[in-house]
C-alpha cells in the first residue's frame, strides 16, 4: 500500500478528488474489489461514482434479462435493441461503465445453472446467497439492492453474514429506492480509522449492528424521534416478503393488507401506529419506481460511504441514511441495539 | 410526488441550463432521465483531462471539445427522442438578452464564477424566470431556489468576494504562503514573460541606481552577450538578493515582523549550473518542456528544498527562453501550462524561504496559483438530484414546498442534506429592491476611469454600464456608438469626477443602467476628503451595497483570481474549517431588514415580531438548538442561511 506512487497518468486524471482526500487515499482506493448485486438505477449511479472514484475493480451481478421495464431510471442501458438483446443488466452495464473509466476492472460475475436456488428458479438475480463464504473474500465492499423474489430480508441477512464471517472486514451495504424515498444501510463491523482534528491525529472506533442486529431491535427501544420512514419501509418490506412479492411490486389495492401489518407490528413492538402514518405507506405503496433524482443522491451517498470505509478517510455513517424527497431532509439514523449504540 | 400533473408539467417544460461541467453533466442526466424533454445547454469551456474524475459524459477521445455539445450527444445515445440545444457559448453574450431567457420556464445554474452568476440572476429577475442556483466544492454542496418577488434573489444574500491583498503585503511583508504565490505569478512572472507594458508593482531598478536617474535600467532586460545561465542568476539575484536588502533597509518595517534574509545564487549554486543539467537536451518536443522532468524531480507532491526550487527557478527560465521564446511577451499565467506552473512555485518557494514561510509541494502551489476547486463527482451528483427535484416544484408552482437545501460534510443534528425554507427578498437589496447605494469618494481626485472600473464593473458587475447624471449620459460601454460619443466618454474616463462635463459632487444621484442585464441602480455621492491607504486604497467606498467581509485586509488592489465554483467559498475551506458546519457565534449577521421572514410565515399572513434589531446571537443560538418539532409535518427550520451566520452585513 505505501511505497506504490500513483502513475502520472492518475495523477492528472484525479488532480480534483486528490485535492480532496489526498493521495494515499487514491492509492487504497486503486487497490480496493467491489461487489455489486441487483443493477437498479441507484445502483448504476454508484457504480458510475465509484468507477470514476478510480477502484480497482467492480464486479456486477444481475442476470435479469434487460426489458423495457429496465430502462427508465438507469442510464448505463442504451435503448438501442441491438445493444441489449438478450443481454443479461449486468452485461450492459459492465460495457457502460468501463467507458467512464478504462483504469478501473470492471466485470460480470455470473451465477452457475448448478448453484441456483431452487427458490429462485424465474427470479430476477442470480442467488449470490448461496455462494460460499470465500467468494466474499476477494471484495473489501458488497452493495446489495435486492430484486429477489419476496426474499429481500433473508438475502441480506444472509449475504451480511457471510461479510461478517471473513477474518477480513468486508463492508456490506444496502440501498432501495422506491418513488420519493430512499433508505441506505451501512455495516462496517468494528471499524477503526484515524483522523486528524486540529493539530493532532485521533484514533477512532465505531462498532456497528449487522443487519439482522439492527432490525432486530425492538421499535420501542429505539430514540423518540426516530424517522418513520424506517418503521414504514420495514412493514412494506414484511409485507413484500410475506405475499411473496418483488419489491416494488406493490399497489393501492395492497393498501388494507399494509395496514393490518402495520397494526399487528405495532402491537407486537408497543409502537404507536400513527407513527407510521397512513400517507407515508401509501406513498410507499403506489410510488415505487425508482426516481432519477432520489438515485442520484442515494447513489452519491452511497459512493461516499464506500470512499470513505475503503479509503479509511473521513467519518463514515451509521448505518441507516433516509431521503424523502417530500421533506427534502437527508438523515442519519442509528438503529442499533445497546451494545452497539454509539 | 410522481403524478400525472408532474410528468406533464415536465414533459411540457422548456429548461435552460448555464454549465456542462461538474454539475451541468449530472443535471442533464438526471433531467433526461427524470422525463424532461426540451433542454437548452449553455457552456463557453472545452473539454480537459482533469474534468474526467467526474464530468462522466466525457472521455479522453473528447478532449478539446466543446462541453456543451459533446454533454448532449452522449445524453442523446441513451435517450434519443428528447431535445437538447448547445451553445457553446459564453452566458453573457449580448444574444442570451431577456427575451431569449423568457421563453424558459425555469433555468439551472451549474456555473463556477460569482460573475456569471449575478448575470444570470439579473437577466432572470428581468425576465422573471426562476433561478435554481447551486454550487459544490469537495464534499459540500448547495441549492437554492430564487423567484422575483417571493425570495431572496442570488444577490440578496452576501456572497464572499475574490480574495484580495494589500499590495505591500505582496511587495513586501508577505506572511502566508499565498501571497508568495501571488508575487510569483502575478508581479515575476508577468514581468519576465507577459506584456512588459503593463503596470507591475515589482521593483526593477538595479542596484546602480536608487534614485530615478535617467540612467537607470530594466533589470529584466537581456543585457548585450548575457547568456542565459548569467540572466537568470542575475534576476534571482535581484528579486531574492537585491529586493530584500532594500526592503530591510527600511527599519519601520520591521519592527514588529520578523526579518526576511537575502538570498543570492552564489550561495545556492556556487559553481555553474549547466553541467549539473544533464539531461537537458530530452525531450526537445515543446509540448512536453518541463523543468522537472528535465530535473529528474518526479513526484509534484515532493517539498523541494531551497537548492531544488532554485535548480526548477534556472530550468524552468532557461526552457522558456530556449523553447517558447516566441511566447514570451505574451505568456499569462495557466494552471495547465507545466512550465509556468513550475516557475511560479519554484518562485514563490525562493521567497517563502527568504521569509521563513513553509515551503509547498508543486501540487499545493498549483491548487493555490490556479484556484484549482477541489471536486469529487459524488456531491456533484447529490446535488444535481435536489435541483432536478427544486425545478420540479418550481414547475407545478409548489411553492410551500420550496427549499435551499445544504449538502454537509458532517452530520448536523442527524442531517447530512438539510432543507431550509427561502427568504423573502432583501429590502435593501440593490439588485431586486432597487435600493440606492451611496459612494463616499474625493470627487477632486478620483477620475472617472476609478469609478467605472472598481465599482460599475468589478463590484456593481456590470458589463455594458450606461452611466447617467440626471439627463446626461457620462459614459457608456455598448455596441454601435456614435464615433463622437466615443471620444467624448474616452475623455470624460481621464476626468476627475468633479471636473466631468455634467460634473459629479457631493450629492449628485448617478443613475447606472445594464440594458443587457435590465438592471439599473442609483448611487448617491459623497464626497470625502481623505481616505486610509491601506484599508481603502481604492479611495471610494460603497455603501448600502451588502459584502461579505473576507478579513481585515479587504480593500485591496491585488487578488488571486477568480473565486471559485461556489458561493460556500473557497477561504473558508482554505482557512482550515474543514468542516464548514453551521458556526454557532455570536458574531452574527446583522439582520438589514431587521424582518427577514421565511416564506411560510409571509403565507400565514403573520408577522413575527422583528421589530428592532433583533438580538442576532441569542436568536440564532435558540434557532440552532431548537429540537424537532413533534409534528410529523415539521419542516426542519432550522436557521438563516448558515454562510451568512459567518459574516457581518456592513452597511
Redesign the interface.
Known amino acids: 500500500m505505501d511505497g506504490e506512487?500513483l502513475t502520472e497518468q492518475e495523477?492528472?486524471?484525479?488532480?480534483?478528488?486528490?485535492?480532496?482526500?489526498g493521495?494515499d487515499a487514491q492509492r487504497r482506493l486503486s487497490k480496493s474489489h467491489i461487489l455489486v448485486c441487483g443493477l437498479k438505477?441507484t445502483v448504476a449511479?454508484f457504480c458510475?461514482?465509484i468507477v470514476?472514484?478510480?477502484v480497482g475493480s467492480v464486479t456486477l451481478v444481475d442476470d435479469r434479462v434487460v426489458t423495457d421495464e429496465s430502462l427508465?431510471?438507469n442510464?448505463?442501458?442504451?435503448?438501442h435493441e441491438n445493444h441489449y438483446n438478450g443481454k443479461t443488466l449486468a452485461e450492459v452495464c459492465c460495457d457502460s461503465l468501463k467507458?467512464?473509466?478504462?483504469m478501473v476492472h470492471v466485470a460480470v460475475e455470473t451465477v452457475p445453472l448448478q448453484v441456483v436456488n431452487l427458490f429462485l428458479l424465474g427470479g430476477p438475480a442470480g442467488d449470490i446467497s448461496t455462494f460460499g463464504v470465500e467468494f466474499f473474500e476477494k471484495f473489501d465492499a458488497v452493495i446489495i439492492s435486492c430484486c429477489s423474489l419476496g426474499k429481500k430480508v433473508l438475502f441480506q441477512k444472509l449475504i451480511n453474514q457471510k461479510c461478517r464471517k471473513l477474518s477480513k472486514r468486508v463492508a456490506f451495504y444496502t440501498v432501495e429506492c422506491r418513488?420519493?424515498c430512499g433508505e441506505m444501510f451501512v455495516d462496517l463491523q468494528d471499524y477503526k480509522y484515524s483522523k486528524k482534528k486540529l493539530e493532532e491525529t485521533i484514533e477512532c472506533q465505531i462498532e456497528y449492528p449487522s443487519f439482522e442486529e439492527a432490525i432486530s431491535v425492538p421499535w420501542r427501544a429505539l430514540p423518540r424521534?426516530v424517522s418513520?420512514l424506517y418503521f414504514a419501509m420495514r412493514v412494506i418490506e414484511q409485507f413484500e416478503d410475506v405475499e411473496g412479492r418483488n419489491p416494488g411490486e406493490t399497489s393501492i389495492a395492497d393498501r388494507l393488507g399494509v395496514l393490518k401489518l402495520r397494526k399487528e407490528l405495532c402491537e407486537t413492538n408497543s409502537l404507536d401506529e400513527?407513527q407510521i402514518?397512513d400517507a407515508l405507506l401509501e406513498r410507499l405503496l403506489t410510488?415505487t419506481?425508482e426516481?432519477?433524482?432520489?438515485?442520484?443522491?442515494i447513489?452519491?451517498?452511497l459512493?461516499?460511504e464506500v470512499?470513505k470505509a475503503i479509503s479509511g478517510k473521513?467519518?463514515p455513517?451509521k448505518n441507516f441514511?433516509f431521503?424523502d424527497?417530500?421533506?427534502?431532509?437527508?438523515?442519519?439514523?442509528d438503529i442499533s441495539g445497546p451494545s452497539t449504540r454509539s | 410526488m410522481s403524478s400525472e400533473e408532474q410528468l406533464s408539467a415536465i414533459k411540457g417544460a422548456k429548461v435552460l441550463m448555464v454549465g456542462a461541467g461538474g454539475i451541468g453533466c449530472e443535471l442533464l442526466k438526471t433531467l433526461a432521465l427524470s422525463g424532461f424533454q426540451d433542454i437548452h445547454i449553455i457552456d463557453m469551456d472545452t473539454i480537459e483531462v482533469s474534468n474526467l474524475n467526474r464530468q462522466f459524459l466525457f472521455r479522453q477521445s473528447h478532449v478539446g471539445q466543446s462541453k456543451a455539445k459533446v454533454a448532449r450527444d452522449v445524453v442523446l445515445r441513451f435517450r434519443p427522442n428528447i431535445s437538447i440545444t448547445p451553445y457553446h457559448a459564453n452566458v453573457k453574450e449580448s444574444r442570451f438578452n431577456v427575451d431569449f431567457y423568457k421563453e424558459f420556464d425555469v433555468v439551472l445554474n451549474g456555473l463556477d464564477n460569482l460573475d456569471a452568476r449575478r448575470h444570470v440572476n439579473r437577466l432572470c429577475l428581468a425576465a422573471d424566470v426562476p433561478l435554481v442556483e447551486s454550487g459544490t466544492t469537495g464534499f459540500l454542496g448547495q441549492v437554492t431556489v430564487h423567484l422575483k418577488g417571493k425570495t431572496e434573489c442570488y444577490e440578496c444574500q452576501p456572497k464572499p468576494a475574490p480574495k484580495t491583498y494589500p499590495v505591500c503585503t505582496i511587495t513586501s511583508t508577505p506572511s502566508k504562503f499565498v501571497h508568495c504565490i501571488v508575487w510569483a505569478k502575478d508581479l515575476l512572472f508577468a514581468k519576465l514573460f507577459g506584456d512588459k507594458n503593463l503596470e507591475n508593482d515589482l521593483n526593477v531598478r538595479s542596484s546602480d541606481a536608487t534614485n530615478l536617474s535617467e540612467h537607470s535600467e530594466d533589470v529584466f532586460e537581456c543585457r548585450k552577450g548575457e547568456d542565459i545561465e548569467q540572466y537568470g542568476r542575475r534576476i534571482y539575484d535581484h528579486v531574492f538578493g537585491h529586493n530584500i536588502e532594500v526592503a530591510l533597509s527600511n527599519e519601520e518595517t520591521w519592527k514588529n515582523r520578523n526579518r526576511p534574509r537575502p538570498i543570492y545564487s552564489k550561495d545556492v549554486f556556487p559553481d555553474k549550473l549547466t553541467k549539473e543539467n544533464g539531461k537537458t537536451e530530452k525531450g526537445s518536443a515543446t509540448d512536453d518542456v518541463s523543468a522537472m522532468a528535465s530535473l529528474g524531480l518526479k513526484n509534484p507532491q515532493d517539498i523541494w528544498s531551497l537548492a531544488e526550487n532554485s535548480r526548477v527557478f534556472y530550468e524552468s527560465l532557461r526552457l522558456f527562453f530556449l523553447k517558447r521564446q516566441k511566447e514570451i511577451g505574451n505568456l499569462t499565467f495557466d494552471k495547465d501550462d507545466q512550465l509556468a506552473v513550475e516557475f511560479v512555485t519554484a518562485a514563490a518557494n525562493i521567497r517563502a524561504s527568504s521569509f521563513g514561510i513553509p515551503l509547498h509541494s508543486l501540487f499545493e502551489a498549483k491548487g493555490i496559483a490556479g484556484n484549482i476547486v477541489h471536486a469529487v463527482a459524488t456531491t456533484n451528483a447529490i446535488i444535481a438530484g435536489l435541483i432536478v427535484i427544486e425545478a420540479i416544484k418550481v414547475l407545478k408552482k409548489d411553492s410551500n414546498s420550496y427549499r435551499m437545501t445544504y449538502c454537509l460534510e458532517h452530520p448536523s443534528k442527524k442531517l447530512l442534506l438539510m432543507p431550509v425554507e427561502p427568504y423573502e427578498p432583501n429590502k435593501s437589496c440593490y439588485v431586486c429592491s432597487e435600493t440606492p447605494l451611496s459612494l463616499e469618494v474625493n470627487t477632486h481626485h478620483s477620475k472617472l476611469r476609478d469609478f467605472v472600473e472598481k465599482i460599475v464593473k468589478a463590484k456593481l458587475g456590470m458589463n455594458f454600464p450606461v452611466i447617467m447624471s440626471g439627463a446626461s449620459i457620462i459614459y457608456e460601454i455598448g455596441e454601435d456608438l456614435e464615433e463622437d460619443m466615443v471620444a467624448i466618454y474616452a475623455a470624460n474616463l481621464e476626468r476627475a469626477l468633479s471636473e466631468l462635463p455634467s460634473p459629479v459632487i457631493s450629492g449628485t444621484v448617478l443613475t447606472i443602467e445594464d440594458l443587457q442585464q435590465e438592471f439599473s441602480c442609483r448611487i448617491n455621492i459623497k464626497h470625502r476628503e481623505e481616505f486610509d491607504e491601506e484599508r481603502e486604497p481604492d479611495g471610494m467606498l460603497l455603501s448600502g451595497w451588502v459584502e461579505a467581509p473576507v478579513d481585515k485586509n479587504n480593500n485591496n488592489s491585488i487578488g488571486n483570481g477568480e473565486s471559485t465554483s461556489s458561493a460556500l467559498s473557497m477561504e473558508e475551506i482554505q482557512e482550515g474549517e474543514k468542516d464548514v458546519e453551521i458556526q454557532e457565534t455570536s458574531e452574527s449577521a446583522e439582520n438589514v431588514t431587521g424582518k427577514k421572514r421565511k416564506l411560510s410565515e409571509v403565507s400565514k399572513g403573520t408577522i413575527p415580531d422583528h421589530s428592532g434589531l433583533p438580538d442576532e446571537s441569542s436568536r440564532n443560538q435558540n434557532q440552532l438548538e431548537k429540537p424537532d418539532v413533534d409534528d410529523e409535518d415539521d419542516e426542519l427550520i432550522i436557521s438563516n442561511d448558515w454562510e451568512s451566520l459567518t459574516k457581518k452585513k456592513r452597511l
Open positions: 506512487e495523477t492528472a486524471l484525479y488532480d480534483r478528488q486528490i485535492r480532496v482526500w493521495a438505477g449511479e458510475k461514482n470514476l472514484a478510480g427508465p431510471a442510464f448505463l442501458i442504451l435503448p467507458e467512464f473509466n478504462p418513488g420519493s424521534r418513520k400513527s402514518p410510488d419506481r426516481f432519477p433524482p432520489v438515485c442520484a443522491i447513489g452519491g451517498i459512493g461516499q470512499i473521513g467519518d455513517l441514511f431521503f424527497a417530500m421533506d427534502g431532509k437527508g438523515l442519519i439514523e
